[in-house]
């Protein structure tokens, strides 16, 4: 056997002898297991307090060749890799099968299970007097992973001792064990712990319901006693709290839960149902507490508690005020009650959002949009530019939040993947990456300058892709083609800005590369001391900021021309900003970049929405998003401005730019977000530009001067409060307002017999205005109405349409019923954008999956997910004249009426163009 065998031999042999300690399950966890077996170990009545000791180490003892420090080794270190759940279906197969449950092992009376506490072993009834046992505990805990513990650190002898504390779930728990030793030999194995216990009852019921659902959940007990026994079953409802039965019934059901039948005879080592009826009447989370008491002993056998959530039903509607602080800190709003026929009953809430710094509104929700790039150039870009901006905003804010290297990440590999799009180190970037498609010259000015912003953020760049990009640009975007529509300023303007950008990283990583010189005077006695390598290195950086430069000139050159010849001919906001950020960086004159600022302005002026270029890019940005993109950019080029203007000139740059963003806060959409990808990310860039300036929108709730009281009152009437730390200004703060006290304010305005008609006075205080002046905040009243007063074209945005139709709205428990599948996008002739569906099933049925793996074979849909009560489908393009369509199947799986929730589908890169399709019912029968 060679050295490295053997060491591999011996770790293997470590993780065999940990497991046999791990499977033991005992408390004192003395005996180890042969070496080569994964063994398998009975536990009884395993509860969620209790605790086991899992020991780690060899049995071997040293093994030595020649004396050695290869033959003398010691295992210092082991790893639990992973103890996660086998199959429950195993432990229903065991009933089924009549398999018995394995005895405890023979042992000491400490090794022994069947002598602790006087509970019996899975074994079957022993003959003997009978021993009191204490009432098993709730079962509630139910994880799918019981324990992970990644490095667990042995000591000198070999060995390591971990404590697991056990779920509440019935099943078999698979052990999966890696050990390795310091020599880098591997050994794995792995186990079963059988948790068993003498009766257990199992709710199957749905996780989420919607209001008004009523569905018959069954109840299933498996008795592994050798004897018939009669139990009786009792259900409680509970509140969201521990699950004791003393608390007040839920207000997620009705005030009952009916068993049939109460009392049910489960035969000797088999099982017997029974069915639970809920009827789900409010919002919120409710607990049923399931309880089998054996009849001939009045024990209690087993206690579950099934969570389950109750979504409200109906239409949400959402409307934002964005209000500003006084000077005393106090906000007075006037807020309308949610008056009509097609209101939901107590639905109605009011939302207080509090902003203490800009950085509240960037990180709010932002890392949702952060992900690994994947698929075609823009799904690329948009991905690795969300990745960027969020790891620029969060490095800012918590530089070692762990997420910042995981972000890091992601950029690095948008990096590699959208250089998979350039063709053949031409420098021309191609949408898809297929052969023999034609490239966009767009796409190479918009990928030099994300690579320019992935290098500022520690991506290490090639120079030479650089290069590659600037000659593509230079010979693709001469400045005579810079003509009189937005489509080409557009082009030359983004071309000069990705250069300019290009051109200044390069030159600080020149600047970081030169060598350190010596002092004045000293002279350089070691020629080895110069490195050579680095002078190089700074050498070709400079001379590519200097060609980077050069080549961005003349494009410049043309679009301040072009902005000077218009003579007040409109531009489009967007297209002004991206001319202005392009000059901003070419470090001009402030009086060269007055036709690109006047263009902004008489843009801005107009309140319209115009289309421009972008329509047909990224994020398809249009209209009232376009507009929000303009203004950001030119926030963000006139924050940079007045960093290196005088006095003066830098106050008038940025009082403009707060006012461009004052705008930007105030078309913030009340989910978060500003519409497309594309406008959420420069406006967060906009923001941050912003609050670096300080001035009047610097905020405050920074250094040590203590907590901030904020407080709501309704008609004079406290309603809620808050208390915001310095230490967590960056964070968005809500203070809710529920409907009981909307209730109990419109109560003592109207009096006890009038509905509240007249509006609410809203007044929000802040305790220290002078350290807690916050950039923004927002009144958000939301409200539900009934689907069916819902007009459908309010339902609609543009030609999107999506429709999810059941061939029927009555099927047998256990049968399958078809589900058509529609989606319509927005574009034409063919050509369609990237759209995301989810489709609303109701809760008493599912989607085969079998269905939708063979959409994904057959290239109809790109992936999908299965959740609670919907399912989500990645649409490569529908178009208006090629729409999706596909008949999936779905299975009954629960007895009972229940209503599905609304389905939606919306455009990747455009979530506004977004349909609804309002919820449908369906009653599924039982059997037979």
């Not at 050695?68 to 080794?73: F, K, R």
């Not at 060995?159 to 697991?164: G, L, S």
């Not at 034609?438 to 892709?465: C, F």
């Not at 937005?486 to 030359?492: F, G, I, R």
């Amino acid at each position: 056997m060679t050295s490295s065998t053997r060491f591999a031999e011996q770790a293997r042999r470590v993780a065999i002898a940990a497991l046999a300690a791990c499977t033991a399950v005992t408390p004192a966890c003395s005996s180890l297991g042969a070496p080569g077996m994964a063994q398998e170990k009975s536990m009884t009545g395993a509860n969620r307090g209790d605790s086991y000791e899992f020991a780690f180490g060899n049995d071997h003892g040293a093994e030595s060749e020649g004396g050695g420090d290869d033959g003398g080794a010691v295992y210092e270190e082991a790893m639990l890799a992973d103890v996660a759940t086998a199959e429950p279906a195993s432990r229903e197969r065991r009933a089924e099968n009549g398999d018995r449950a394995p005895a405890a092992p023979p042992g000491d009376d400490e090794g022994d299970a069947s002598k602790s506490d006087g509970v019996a072993t899975g074994g079957g009834s022993t003959p003997g007097p009978k021993v009191a046992r204490p009432e098993p505990k709730v079962r509630e805990e139910f994880p799918e992973t019981l324990f992970w513990a990644p490095a667990v650190i042995t000591g000198a002898d070999g060995r390591a001792e971990i404590v697991v504390p056990l779920a509440d779930s019935i099943t078999d728990w698979r052990v999966e064990a890696i050990a390795s030793d310091r020599r880098s030999g591997l050994g794995t194995a792995t186990s079963v712990v059988k948790v068993d216990q003498e009766i257990t009852a199992d709710l199957e019921c749905p996780t989420v319901l919607s209001q008004a659902d009523r569905i018959t959940a069954r109840l299933t007990l498996d008795n592994r006693l050798e004897a018939d026994t009669k139990i009786r079953l009792r259900a409680t409802l509970l509140g969201s709290g521990s699950g004791d039965a003393s608390e007040p019934p839920a207000i997620a059901f009705a005030a009952t839960a009916a068993i049939t039948p109460e009392v049910v005879t489960v035969p000797a080592r088999g099982r017997a149902n029974a069915t639970v009826e809920l009827i789900a009447t409010r919002p919120g989370i409710g607990k049923v507490l399931i309880e089998a008491i054996a009849v001939e002993t009045d024990e209690v056998s087993d206690r579950v508690i099934r969570a389950i959530e109750v979504r409200p039903r109906g239409r949400p509607i959402v409307e934002s005020t964005p209000v500003v602080v006084s000077d005393d800190g106090v906000i007075d709003v006037e807020v309308a009650p949610a008056l009509g026929a097609d209101v939901e009953p107590g639905s109605e809430e009011l939302l207080i959002r509090i902003y203490p710094r800009a950085s509240s509104y960037i990180l709010e929700g932002l890392e949702r949009f952060a992900t690994y790039p994947t698929g075609c150039f823009e799904q690329t870009t948009s991905r690795s530019f969300a990745a960027l901006v969020v790891l620029e905003t969060i490095r800012a804010e918590r530089p070692d939040d762990p997420i910042v290297a995981e972000l890091q990440d992601m950029v690095a590999t948008g990096y590699q993947k959208l250089l998979a799009h350039e063709v053949g180190g031409s420098g021309a970037f191609v949408p898809f990456a297929r052969a023999g498609e034609t490239h966009q010259t767009w796409l190479t000015a918009y990928a030099l300058l994300l690579i320019t912003g992935m290098e500022r953020s520690g991506v290490e760049v090639d120079p030479a892709v650089i290069e590659r990009l600037r000659r593509f640009l230079e010979r693709n975007v001469p400045a005579w083609s810079v003509g009189d529509d937005d489509a080409t300023l557009d082009l030359a303007s983004l071309s000069s800005w990705a250069l300019l950008e290009a051109a200044s990283t390069a030159r600080a990583a020149s600047q970081a590369a030169a060598p350190e010189p010596g002092a004045a005077g000293e002279k350089v006695e070691d020629e080895d001391e110069i490195d050579e390598d680095a002078i190089a290195r700074a050498a070709r950086q400079a001379e590519l900021a200097a060609s980077c430069a050069a080549s961005a000139k003349n494009m410049l050159d043309a679009v301040t021309n072009e902005l000077r010849n218009r003579r007040g001919k409109a531009t489009s906001a967007y297209s002004a900003a991206l001319a202005l950020c392009a000059l901003v960086s070419s470090g001009r004159e402030p009086a060269e970049l007055r036709p690109a600022r006047d263009a902004l302005d008489a843009a801005l002026a107009r309140q319209t929405g115009e289309p421009g270029v972008w329509r047909r890019t990224l994020a398809g940005s249009s209209g009232a998003e376009l507009r929000i993109a303009g203004l950001a950019l030119g926030a963000w080029g006139l924050a940079r401005l007045s960093e290196r203007l005088d006095d003066r000139a830098a106050e008038e740059a940025a009082a403009t730019a707060r006012d461009y963003g004052r705008e930007i806060l105030a078309r913030r959409a009340p989910q978060g977000g500003w519409g497309s990808t594309e406008t959420t990310l420069w406006s967060v860039r906009a923001l941050r530009a912003i609050a670096a300036l300080g001035g009047e929108d610097a905020l405050a709730l920074e250094g040590d001067e203590g907590p901030v009281e904020v407080t709501a009152t309704l008609d004079g009437q406290p309603v809620g409060s808050i208390v915001i730390a310095p230490d967590a200004a960056s964070s968005v703060h809500l203070l809710s307002i529920g409907h009981d006290a909307l209730m109990a304010a419109d109560r003592r305005a109207a009096g006890p017999n009038a509905e509240r008609d007249s509006i609410r006075k809203l007044r929000v205080t802040l305790g220290d205005v002078r350290r807690a002046r916050p950039l923004g905040i927002e009144v958000v009243r939301r409200h539900r109405v009934r689907w069916a007063e819902a007009a459908d074209p309010s339902l609609q945005a543009g030609d999107v349409a999506v429709s999810v139709r059941p061939a029927a709205t009555k099927v047998r428990l256990g049968q399958e019923i078809p589900v058509e599948v529609t989606v319509k996008g927005t574009r034409r002739d063919g050509f369609g954008a990237p759209m995301i569906a989810r489709v609303g099933m109701p809760a008493t049925i599912r989607l085969v999956q079998r269905d939708l793996e063979a959409l994904v074979a057959d290239g109809r849909i790109d992936r999908f997910e299965i959740h609670d009560r919907e399912a989500v489908l990645y649409l490569d393009a529908p178009s208006q004249d090629e729409p999706f369509r596909a008949t999936l199947r779905a299975r009954a799986e629960t007895a009972g009426t229940a209503r599905a929730p609304a389905s939606e589908a919306f455009e990747y890169y455009r979530p506004t163009a977004r349909a609804v399709f309002p919820p449908w019912a369906i009653e599924v029968l039982p059997e037979g």
